[in-house]
């Protein structure tokens, strides 16, 4: 191997581990918030025969999620007194 291509290989691969840090970072920023979506504006799982992002069929399904700062999901009020739920 040339001194270019094991060059390249190295950068490669620290840019593959910082990506992985930052990612990891802002995820323990956020949290899955349940049952706090509404309809259709849910990030993902919104539960059987749903695919992901924006699938929800009703405001506050509560199987749908959406990413909230950490810590605030319980703090978040829906219409009927309940509140969001992270698992």
Same mark, same amino acid.
């Given at each position: 191997?040339?001194? /270019?291509?094991?060059?390249?290989?190295? %950068?490669? %691969?620290? %840019?593959?581990?910082? /990506?992985?840090?930052?990612?990891?970072?802002?995820?323990? $920023?956020?949290?899955?918030?349940?049952?706090?979506?509404?309809?259709? $504006?849910?990030?993902?799982?919104?539960?059987?025969?749903? =695919?992901?992002?924006? =699938?929800?069929?009703?405001?506050?399904?509560?199987? /749908?999620? =959406?990413?909230? &700062?950490?810590?605030?999901? /319980?703090?978040?009020?829906? &219409?009927?007194?309940?509140?969001? $739920?992270?698992?």
């Amino acid at each position: 191997m040339n001194t /270019a291509l094991k060059a390249l290989t190295v %950068a490669g %691969a620290v %840019a593959s581990a910082l /990506a992985a840090t930052t990612t990891s970072a802002a995820a323990q $920023e956020n949290e899955k918030c349940y049952g706090v979506s509404l309809a259709g $504006e849910n990030d993902c799982a919104a539960g059987p025969g749903t =695919t992901c992002a924006g =699938t929800s069929a009703v405001d506050y399904q509560g199987n /749908a999620w =959406t990413l909230v &700062p950490a810590g605030t999901c /319980a703090e978040i009020e829906l &219409p009927d007194g309940r509140h969001g $739920e992270s698992l």
